[in-house]
């Protein structure tokens, strides 16, 4: 077998070393030897101290040095890697992606020309790093029907968010991400909620048979929370995380990325700093939870290799593409959420008053500071923050009942 890797930064170097490092183990699972043949990087000078015969910076000498069996994609952006990325599937060679934001933009397109061409089109490891995720619904729920999917998607977010919970401004709290490596230099993506967005498309193409347009899921970011929120919220035994969530009915999608409030006895208010979680709902099974590491270079490394593997594994047993039971005949629905929370801080009460009284107020909160209220979602946009309230055991709804 003849492997291609594009790109040697930090994933694609840990595909190539978990390749070289679990040869024989690989070898034994999926029934042949292979040959990691060349790797095509922008700068060959950079990698003088590695097996140097193996590297080129010319996509022509990449593409045209052989035959490749499947070749990695381990590069950032979409233009170029959609480019290469099509070019190998219309000769039928198998093609496995950790590009989270490709996949989203153009994976449909990308999956047809693989079917058309008998090649594989594989991206397990775009989303949530270690968890096996995707696995789950190519290999295990294959005909549960799963009503909805919620989880914590973005491990930047969700550090940025937990340093905040401990007392960190969100300025502090971004820098020293950075400073770890958690946060790109420019953070918008996984602060403004793409990153979050991107991996939803992905979830809903995978449970659900249906490939998402990214601008057609509800998007709010972190950037507009301070001190004064994630206080207010510790003073209800709340916590914020931005959360990822699907819902689907017979027909559609409701989707949405933003911050929400969950309360402590949520089984994602545990999922703190770097990980990611996912949880799905059904009828058929309750609630499953799926938490690990979102990113990092093995992590990722490793589940690009599980992929292929996995693949080389089954793939003379079960079909490549597969319409799943929970198919939609329709795309994403407008969102709505059961309960909203908004925050009005002192001396601001005259601003949110109009939109109180159209709504149905469940509760109403003193906090320092000012005042939190939780009320039923309003048809249209308000000028101020709202956060869904996500709760497992309806305590809000018990309580207006037992105080009425």
């Not at 996995?310 to 929970?326: C, G, S």
Request: proline share 3%; with cysteine.
């Amino acid at each position: 077998m003849k492997i291609g890797l594009i790109g040697y930064g930090t994933v694609g170097s840990g595909v190539y070393e978990r390749l070289i490092g679990s040869r024989e183990q690989i070898e034994s699972i999926i029934g042949e030897k292979f040959e990691i043949v060349r790797i095509l990087v922008k700068n060959v000078e950079k990698y003088k101290d590695v097996n140097s015969s193996l590297f080129t910076s010319s996509w022509d000498t990449f593409f045209n040095t052989d035959k490749y069996d499947i070749v990695f994609e381990a590069i950032n952006g979409t233009e170029l890697t959609r480019t290469y990325t099509k070019a190998l599937l219309k000769q039928g060679t198998s093609v496995i992606s950790a590009n989270k934001k490709l996949v989203a933009l153009h994976g449909e397109e990308l999956e047809q020309l693989a079917f058309e061409n008998q090649a594989y089109y594989g991206w397990d490891a775009a989303v949530c790093g270690a968890i096996p995720i995707v696995n789950v619904f190519k290999s295990v729920l294959l005909t549960t029907n799963v009503q909805s999917i919620a989880g914590i998607l973005n491990g930047t977010s969700n550090y940025i968010l937990t340093k905040m919970s401990e007392g960190s401004t969100y300025e502090a709290a971004l820098e020293e991400a950075q400073k770890l490596g958690y946060a790109e230099e420019d953070p918008t993506s996984d602060v403004e909620g793409w990153d979050a967005v991107y991996k939803l498309c992905l979830l809903a193409r995978q449970c659900y048979d249906q490939w998402v347009c990214p601008d057609d899921i509800d998007r709010v970011g972190i950037s507009h929370i301070d001190q004064w929120h994630i206080q207010a919220a510790k003073e209800l035994n709340l916590s914020f995380k931005l959360i990822a969530k699907l819902e689907s009915d017979a027909t559609s999608l409701k989707g949405f990325v933003k911050p929400a409030l969950i309360d402590q006895e949520h089984s994602l208010a545990p999922i703190r700093g770097v990980l990611n979680a996912v949880t799905l709902e059904g009828k058929d099974m309750e609630r499953l939870i799926f938490a690990g590491p979102g990113a990092g270079k093995e992590t990722t490394a490793n589940s690009v290799v599980e992929d292929f593997v996995f693949h080389e594994q089954q793939k003379h047993v079960i079909p490549r593409f597969t319409n799943r039971l929970t198919k939609l005949e329709e795309g994403i629905a407008d969102n709505v959420t059961t309960q909203e929370v908004w925050f009005c801080k002192e001396n601001h009460e005259s601003k949110i008053q109009p939109y109180l009284d159209k709504t149905t107020v469940w509760r109403e909160h003193e906090v320092k500071g000012g005042k939190v209220f939780v009320v039923t979602p309003l048809p249209f946009a308000t000028p101020f923050h709202t956060f869904p309230l996500l709760t497992e055991m309806e305590q809000l709804k018990e309580t207006v009942q037992n105080e009425s």
